[in-house]
Each structure stands twice: as structure tokens, then as C-alpha cells.
């Protein structure tokens, strides 16, 4: 099982598609095992992005990230990381493909609506950013498991 982190960012908050993008994840089979919600400081968004901090679109990022709220979301899966970076598309949304979360609700490569973690090492830092707090993740199985794997062949069980 993967973990990774999901943003919905604030472009996708002020457009009320909270409730439906969530619902594409749950529906995916992927385990929700954290959620908050907030506008969050520039210091996090900062370190958040630090592997940018020498573009030129850095500090214009941290401040749309800041601009207003955002939900971070942890999420649990067999391959997780990339089942979610394929259900989101590409970063501009003119060119992600129709079924994917940008394709289908995004018109722009700025105001793309969600982040994902882009690999393990990404994940583990991200998620230890916005869920520092281990408390803040949810260890639990749902009922729906062996409807989603088959928990024989996939998870050893």
C-alpha cells in the first residue's frame, strides 16, 4: 500500500468542486485516511515548494496557494501515487485528457485545481508537511476492501 498527499487548491475550493473531486477519489477505491481543510501559511506552502523557490513563478505560487483555503488530503492505495497522478492529467488543463480531474474541470496551467505527490520519496515528505501530526491519519480497513482488490492476489492476505 501507497500513501500520498492530494491538494485541492484554492481555485478548486472557490469553484465548489470540493465534494465532487473527492468523490472521484472514493469512487477510484482509493482509502481517505486524512483531510483538513484551511487556508495555510506561507511558511508551509514555502517549504511545500521549496524545490522551486528559484523559478520565477515561485513566490506567485505560494501566494495563490495562500490565497485562500485548501483541503489536503491523504490518501491509501495499491499503487496510489500513480493511480492518482493519472486520474489528475496533465499540469495544463488545455492539454490533460477528457476523464481526467483537470481535463474535464480545468481550462488552465496555473488555476489547475489539485497537487499529487509525483513519487514515494515526494509523498513521505508532503504528507509529512500537512499531516505532521500522526494522529492526523486514520489507520482503519473499510468493509468495502475485498470489493475494491482482490485481497488474495493483490494484498497478500
Do not use: C
Amino acid at each position: 500500500m501507497e500513501r500520498s498527499l492530494v491538494l485541492f487548491k484554492p481555485d478548486a475550493v472557490q469553484r465548489g468542486l470540493v465534494g465532487t473531486l473527492l468523490a472521484r477519489f472514493e469512487a477510484k477505491g482509493l482509502k481517505l485516511i486524512g483531510m483538513k481543510m484551511r487556508t495555510f501559511p506561507a511558511s508551509l506552502l514555502e517549504k511545500h515548494y521549496d524545490v522551486h523557490k528559484e523559478r520565477p513563478f515561485f513566490r506567485g505560487l505560494v501566494e495563490f496557494m495562500s490565497s485562500g483555503p485548501v483541503v489536503a488530503l491523504a490518501f491509501e492505495g495499491i499503487d496510489a501515487i500513480s493511480v492518482i497522478r493519472t486520474m489528475v492529467g496533465k499540469t495544463n488543463s488545455r492539454e490533460a485528457a477528457p476523464g481526467t480531474i483537470r481535463g474535464d474541470f480545468g481550462m488552465s496551467f496555473s488555476n489547475n485545481l489539485v497537487h499529487a505527490s509525483d513519487g514515494a520519496d515526494t509523498a513521505q515528505f508532503e504528507l509529512g508537511l500537512w499531516f505532521a501530526d500522526a494522529d492526523e491519519l486514520s489507520d482503519w480497513s473499510p468493509v468495502s476492501e475485498p470489493w475494491v482488490y482482490n485481497v488474495a492476489e493483490e494484498l497478500g492476505g
